[in-house]
């Protein structure tokens, strides 16, 4: 463990070097050829670039939410990740989707979709960490406007204005508690007010969680399907995550939904993978699976039915907080106080192996998901059970 650890550490170090000197240099050139940026004035148009997974792009809403409201003549679009295997209107896109404050969102599926878009705004804003989001918005941006974002370990050098973020980065669970951290939604309305774009400090830290509004048609689906049921009173499940160290042992899926004893459905992706995964709990549990059935928004306009819904850490746990479903988060190697959605119970240990942050495991067996018990995930599930009648 100790010899895995020293060595991310100095490949981090040396990629830090790397950006700081080859990335720098590469971004000055990139930057001289596009034009240095320099727009000036409140912005009539404005672009986030958001090439993150679904979770990632939910926490966006409220600094997106609060540009609306800082510059109302302003147009906000956004350029998101989309899904190469399902199509240019699924993944990320999804999620903006159900944003009303997004007046279109173009996919991105490769640096030509970004290119297209280069010279129509004034500003871009960067929803990422790495040195391909700071590209991103460099390329997006073209010859007119301002990018501006984040610059995490000489990550944003191609950005026109680099901004330092809080120093909480890919902290792991323990350290997140020790620095009180802030989730993660605060620190992109906290970029906002370190760009100037907003005047009080003070309303950053105020901001209020993100919320998605599934449209009308959506709604209506949804509820249409659960009727075609006959799932009046339900629980919903998310047991996926595509790294395989976030995922809670199958089996404990299955005992879970039969404790619960209510009808329960399972929502997913649509990979292979996890259609397979979601088949197999409902076939033991006697849940309905609608893994790989249904677009996001109507996912989310189901989850918003639910009495409550368990996930693992996920985008399908963000996505339910933000339509205000009960919400109950199995977390092992995350950070909850900067990942957890807002306003979810979490369950997690709190001593010994856990909230790692690490892209793999490296233990024998993935302790910090393996030995949380069935009955602590129940006993949360079933006290958010009568908040919704």
């Known amino acids: 463990m100790k010899g895995y650890l020293a060595y991310r550490l100095l490949r981090a170090r040396a990629a830090r070097a790397v950006h700081e000197t080859l990335g720098r240099a590469a971004a000055f050139a990139g930057r001289s050829v596009l034009g240095f940026g320099g727009a000036s004035g409140e912005p009539e148009r404005i672009l986030g670039v958001s090439l993150q997974r679904i979770g990632d792009a939910v926490a966006t809403e409220p600094a997106l939410r609060m540009l609306a409201e800082r510059f109302p003549g302003a147009r906000i679009e956004v350029a998101a990740a989309a899904s190469r295997e399902r199509g240019p209107a699924m993944g990320a896109v999804e999620v903006f989707a159900m944003m009303p404050q997004v007046k279109a969102v173009h996919a991105v599926r490769g640096w030509r979709d970004l290119r297209a878009l280069a010279g129509e705004n004034d500003l871009v804003l960067t929803f990422g960490l790495r040195a391909r989001d700071a590209w991103a918005a460099l390329v997006a941006r073209g010859s007119r406007g301002v990018a501006i974002g984040y610059s995490w370990g000489g990550r944003g050098a191609a950005l026109d204005r680099e901004l330092a973020p809080p120093d909480q980065i890919m902290l792991t669970a323990e350290e997140a508690r020790a620095r009180r951290a802030r989730p993660q939604h605060e620190l992109w309305a906290d970029l906002l007010w370190r760009a100037r774009l907003v005047d009080d400090d003070e309303a950053t830290r105020r901001v209020e969680p993100p919320r998605l509004v599934p449209g009308e048609a959506a709604a209506r689906d949804a509820l249409a399907l659960l009727r075609e049921r006959d799932l009046g009173d339900f629980v919903a499940i998310a047991p996926w995550n595509d790294q395989p160290h976030y995922r809670w042992p199958e089996e404990r899926w299955v005992v879970l939904v039969k404790k619960l004893g209510r009808p329960a459905v399972i929502v997913g992706g649509h990979s292979p993978e996890e259609c397979a995964h979601a088949h197999r709990i409902a076939v033991a549990s006697g849940a309905i699976s609608f893994a790989g059935l249904l677009s996001l928004d109507r996912a989310a ?8 819904v368990v996930a693992v850490d996920s985008g399908p746990a963000h996505v339910a907080r933000a339509v ?18 807002p306003g979810a119970k979490i369950v997690q240990r709190s001593e010994g192996c856990h909230g790692c942050r690490q892209p793999r495991c490296y233990q024998e067996r993935r302790v910090c998901l393996e030995e949380l018990t069935v009955e602590s995930v129940v006993s949360l599930a079933e006290g958010l059970l009568d908040v919704r009648v």
């Open 301 to 308: 306009a189901l989850l918003a039915r639910a009495r409550v």
């Open 324 to 341: 205000s479903a009960p919400t109950v988060v199995v977390f092992g190697p995350g950070s909850p106080l900067v990942w957890g959605p």
